[in-house]
């Protein structure tokens, strides 16, 4: 039997390794995976947040570290292809954000992932609509935090729809968006339609527009934004790139990198 101190480790190396494979993870998920209980789940990430692992968020725990902190005999076997898939569609966004710029970041899954890698980028401005994605920014960053129908202040959602933030004060330089699809007519489509009336006003006024796509979702309902001459910037999961890649051809888009789990295509100037 493995002394107690080398089975510890292995367990919080063990963790450290799930966290960093699918961004986030909830303390109930780490218990039923690893068989202990929750408070010792808790004593684990509570280390491992010190160590600069990871950090702590409600219910669970979210991935920030650099890769290749993590050893490498970590010997639990999971899918992770869907949790890197992820955090490289959110980590592609990092490279088109600059210090200083103020980003209007829509709802969604993913976006939601690119969360924590803002911490590396100084001085945003961030503007949105979701209140647990707004909390989840104060945590990460020490970014402007801009929250439509509120204001936040020192950690507190403080509802005032009384006060209606005018966003034409504001110059984005970024709208990040999550779709849903991109339909045959070339249509931007979307989730969620009550956030259809301010992505169509923000899709106007951003200086550039990134669209993260994991997947083409199936709605009987399409709830377009726009068109796809109107976004600058495409990210696709490779599961997407097969339904999208010669309609983004046809667009003026043009391929521009690729890796294990994502594409990037950009708009062609003049389009």
Do not use: W
Not at 214 to 229: P, T, V
Request: proline residues 1%.
């Amino acid at each position: 039997m493995a002394k107690a101190s080398s089975t510890l480790l292995k367990r919080r190396l063990d963790i450290a390794k799930i966290v960093r494979q699918n961004g986030e993870v909830k303390v109930d998920e780490l218990s039923d995976l690893l068989k202990v209980s929750h408070v010792t789940i808790r004593q684990d990430l509570s280390y491992l947040e010190q160590q600069g692992y990871l950090k702590r968020s409600f219910g669970g725990a979210i991935y920030i570290s650099p890769e290749g902190l993590v050893h490498n005999s970590i010997s639990i076997n999971l899918s992770n292809t869907k949790g890197n898939c992820y955090i490289d569609l959110a980590k592609a966004c990092l490279s088109y954000i600059n210090d200083g710029d103020t980003i209007f970041l829509g709802h969604g899954f993913l976006t939601r992932k690119l969360i924590p890698f803002l911490h590396e980028k100084k001085s945003l401005r961030i503007i949105m609509n979701d209140i647990k994605n707004a909390l989840l920014m104060q945590e990460f960053s020490d970014s402007e935090v801009i929250l439509i129908g509120g204001l936040l202040c020192e950690g507190k959602i403080i509802k005032n729809y009384n006060e209606t933030i005018n966003l034409n004060n504001y110059s984005i330089s970024h709208f990040i968006i999550e779709l849903a699809a991109i339909n045959e007519d070339n249509e931007l489509i979307i989730d969620d339609s009550g956030q259809k009336e301010i992505y169509q006003q923000i899709l106007k006024k951003s200086k550039h527009t990134i669209g993260l796509l994991l997947d083409r979702s199936l709605h009987k309902d399409n709830h377009s934004i726009g068109k796809l001459k109107n976004i600058d910037v495409t990210i696709l999961s490779k599961a997407a790139v097969s339904e999208y890649h010669h309609q983004l051809l046809n667009s003026n888009f043009k391929q521009i990198s690729t890796n294990k789990y994502c594409m990037i295509y950009h708009k062609l100037l003049g389009t």
